[in-house]
């Protein structure tokens, strides 16, 4: 594939084998973009240190913006000796040793820092050769869209107490994984962004997903059971309303804090201190957010900046440092929850492929993000008109610059207490669709990434917190990155909506389901009432690949137009259990025969995205015969999860 010094795709072949040469302006505006405002090369600069070729990046404008840290990125595999400009090594640990013109071959696994003796800088990435994934290991689970997985104790929308419950109700049938939305923070303010692909920060948590009742300090409420009663009153509606759910929750949880908050809190400290600086910024981004209602491009010039002398000033003084500390207290009780949720069963987080350009994560990383620039996808089968994500992407060399500080953050947090990963739209790693603002999807164009770097710190973060890691690899994706992937020990992702063999010819490395989010559910292309609300919608279905699907689930579930709708479910899955994949996973959704799928691609309000809840609560999963059948048909020579390796886990955390 052409592409310029840039890193910059002058043409792509879509989903159906088409060719797009990018629009000449398009690619314009997408190499200012990368270049940046100082029209400096942010590519610039490589060089090889040795035969063994390491990844490196010298920053030509060190010192200039707040992550900017480093003069040069080398990028090894462990137990490689590789040659180096001499210096003082720091590793990760503290431990200092002296490096002569090659690297130890011993050296620890981890992000480490060379001074030169001319002064400057290098960070140092040793990577294991792949990403953890045991031998043999094989299982199966369920994908869960939290929110909308209610108990009868819920407050409007699925929480980390019902995904406990939900764990031990997989569990007792022998999953040994749970699948789960994205439990990203949206902004504190009133609309609450109901995608969870869409953050204000990737790195933490929606407070949303908090079961009050179990917040330390719950009990000093005396109210509590009144205003759980009015909250639970929303499970009635199958519409979930965030705004009211988040009125209620942030109401209680102020006013236990009022209480908690003049306590000594050692367990809280010891969290603040181990979550670092990125804490401190999200927590005062949220107080923030709350003092200007809005994003940070509406904030005073002053604050635009989480380096500004102005924002240490006003984070400083009350009330301000209190709802700081306030957010913090948030991001611990969330934390918490989540620890106990995931000794329950394994759980595997999802990474959105990015974030909200006026959240959190773009006012802390703004300097190494592309101006005037969304992320997106080209027209694909089901999306003929292309995708716009609204996403800034980072700049590949400006984030190298800044030692790939941001995305390590955004792994390692999404780890944490998790079984495994997810990657949304892996092929990001890889390269990006990049759509100048104010033009079609169609019209964008391919920009590369730092594969090799991006694909090491994963494999580092995924070792360190023994989580296995898929790459959802639908769409337009290259053969060698799929090749990469496998090297790496990144699980592929197969759906039998989309794969033209049985599933027993699905690959082992991968996770293998029926469907998706983002894809019609079993009842709703049975039903056809999928492609009835597509067409309502305007959206211009596919209707003959659609019709192809159809006649594939007709030829496994062994089905006819008198086949009832449970039978061709539990099929289905029966099919899907000779899938020789690591993983299985099948949907709540499908569980409980539900018609609408949680997104439409393509609308925004047209269709309640990420805002339907199940039918009924949760509690009825226990006598489901459909979940039942599902859950026997995928545990069929799938060992049952050791206990030991779960009490692992649990001192783990």
Known sequence: MKRDDLGVQTHYTDAMGKRHDSAPEALRAIRRAVRGPEGGNARAGRKHASTVRPATFRNPSRGTGALGQFDEVVVVTAQERTAIDPGDLRLEDGATIRVDATLPADLPEGYHALTHRDGSTTRLIVAPRACFLPDAWRTWGWAIQLYAARSKRSWGMGDLADLRRLGAWAARAGAGIALISPLAAPSPLIPQQPSPYFPSSRRFRSLLYLRVEEVDGAGTLADLPSIAARARALNVDRGIDRDEVFRLKIGALERIWDVVGRRELPELDAFVTGQGAGLNQFATFCALAERFQCGWHGWPERLRHPSSPAVRDVARKRPMADRIRFHMW??????????????????????????????????????????GISVGAPPDEFNTRGQDWGLPPFVPGKLRAAGYQPFIDTIRGCVRHSGGLRIDHVMGLFRLFWIPNGMEPKEGAYVRSNARDLLAIVAIESQRARAVIVGEDLGTVEEETRTDLMRHNVLSYRLLWFEKGPPSKFPEQALAAVTTHDLPTIAGLWSGSDVAAQTSLGLAPNEQGTREILNRVRRLARASARTPLPKVITSLHEALATAPSRILTATLDDAMAVQERPNMPATTTEWPNWSIALPSPIESLEKNVTAARIARSLSKGRPRPRREAAAVRRRRT
């Open 330 to 371: 948030l991001q611990y009780q969330v934390d918490q929850q989540l620890a106990r949720a995931s000794r329950v069963v394994p759980v595997m987080q999802d990474l959105p492929i990015g974030f909200d350009a006026d959240g959190a994560d773009a006012w802390s990383f703004q300097d190494v993000l592309a101006e």
